[in-house]
């Protein structure tokens, strides 16, 4: 009866941990929207991190957020380093391509609440008077990560966040072209 009690917590533990780690380590989470504007125009609030803290979904998490930017104003080589509450974390991203009107590619360094490095993208794709914005977000998990997924729906709460972001770039782009 003992061995019973014990070695039944032990087996699903277990059974737990093999289940977590067949789950896919590869993951990409991706939001699109139109912005009515030239390329250009979003493009502008993403390539620079000064101006993509305006749009932020997670700028609005933690207002007293430490932000430390180092690099160039925009473009390659533009870094962000950062220092919050437990919802917004530690971590860093750095701008690794830069292709006007086309393509923002950054590094994520997530120091807290978890270590990860993780790549994002911003494509801007011209759809007649609009251009569609597409965020996405690509990396591997540790088992960790997919043991957390098989309690939260990743993709949706992730998903979430960008759309809150882009509609913010949407408002911000479509009331500002000219900035």
């Given at each position: 009866m003992l061995w019973t009690i014990l070695l039944v917590p032990a087996f699903l533990?277990?059974?737990f941990l093999v289940v977590a780690a067949l789950q896919p380590a590869d993951f990409r989470y991706e939001r699109h929207l139109a912005i009515a504007t030239p390329a250009s125009v979003p493009f502008g609030w993403v390539n620079d991190l000064h101006r993509f803290q305006k749009w932020s979904p997670w700028a609005r998490i933690d207002p007293a957020v430490k932000n430390t930017?180092?690099?160039?104003a925009a473009g390659v080589g533009a870094a962000l380093a950062w220092d919050g509450n437990s919802k917004v974390g530690a971590g860093s991203m750095t701008i690794t391509e830069s292709r006007p009107s086309d393509l923002v590619r950054l590094r994520l360094d997530?120091?807290?609440?978890?270590?990860?490095?993780?790549t994002a993208e911003f494509t801007?794709?011209?759809?007649g008077t609009q251009t569609l914005v597409s965020w996405s977000m690509t990396g591997r998990n540790n088992i960790p990560a997919k043991a957390f997924g098989l309690f939260v729906n990743l993709?949706?709460?992730v998903g979430r966040d960008f759309e809150k972001g882009l509609a913010s770039l949407k408002a911000l782009a479509e009331s500002r072209p000219d900035n």
């Amino acid at each position: 009866m003992l061995w019973t009690i014990l070695l039944v917590p032990a087996f699903l533990a277990i059974a737990f941990l093999v289940v977590a780690a067949l789950q896919p380590a590869d993951f990409r989470y991706e939001r699109h929207l139109a912005i009515a504007t030239p390329a250009s125009v979003p493009f502008g609030w993403v390539n620079d991190l000064h101006r993509f803290q305006k749009w932020s979904p997670w700028a609005r998490i933690d207002p007293a957020v430490k932000n430390t930017f180092t690099g160039p104003a925009a473009g390659v080589g533009a870094a962000l380093a950062w220092d919050g509450n437990s919802k917004v974390g530690a971590g860093s991203m750095t701008i690794t391509e830069s292709r006007p009107s086309d393509l923002v590619r950054l590094r994520l360094d997530f120091l807290r609440p978890f270590r990860a490095t993780h790549t994002a993208e911003f494509t801007f794709r011209a759809e007649g008077t609009q251009t569609l914005v597409s965020w996405s977000m690509t990396g591997r998990n540790n088992i960790p990560a997919k043991a957390f997924g098989l309690f939260v729906n990743l993709d949706r709460m992730v998903g979430r966040d960008f759309e809150k972001g882009l509609a913010s770039l949407k408002a911000l782009a479509e009331s500002r072209p000219d900035n």
